[in-house]
Nanobody, 127 residues
Framework: QLVESGGGLVQSGGSLRLSCTTS?????????????MAWFRQAPGKEREFVSG???????ADADSVSGRFTISRDNAANMVYLQLNSLKPEDTANYYC??????????????????WGQGTQVTVSS
């Protein structure tokens, strides 16, 4: 129900922009502005980890490992969420997932709180 795009192969220090939207007009009857949205990533052999999140008011949170390099944003009119990845490092290589939850109690960094997930988009950073 969520669809990511924008992944690819990039050299260390490069940039990418990931996009996330719904496969239909809405996600379970609601546009994405009704949800807290987040990006997670998972590298082979590692657990899925929180990258960045944004609540319904546009407040954001980032993992320490990406703070100052990655920026999450949302375009409510376009029903889109983005993740701008700058100054990429080889350790950023992973499958990146977009996730949504109704966030009754606020933005969460825990993947089990998120009800909806995309299929992921692969980001590979070469050294």
């Amino acid at each position: 129900q969520l669809v990511e795009s924008g992944g690819g192969l990039v050299q260390s220090g490069g940039s990418l922009r990931l996009s996330c939207t719904t496969s239909g007009r809405t996600l379970n009857g609601y546009y994405l502005n009704a949800y807290c949205m987040a990006w997670f990533r998972q590298a082979p052999g590692k657990e899925r980890e929180f990258v960045s999140g944004i609540d319904r008011l546009g407040r954001t949170a980032d993992a320490d490992s990406v703070s100052g390099r990655f920026t999450i944003s949302r375009d409510n009119a376009a029903n889109m969420v983005y993740l701008q990845l700058n100054s990429l490092k080889p350790e950023d290589t992973a499958n990146y997932y977009c996730a949504a939850e109704r966030c009754v109690v606020g933005l969460s960094r825990f993947p089990e709180r998120y009800e909806y997930w995309g299929q992921g988009t692969q980001v590979t950073v070469s050294s």
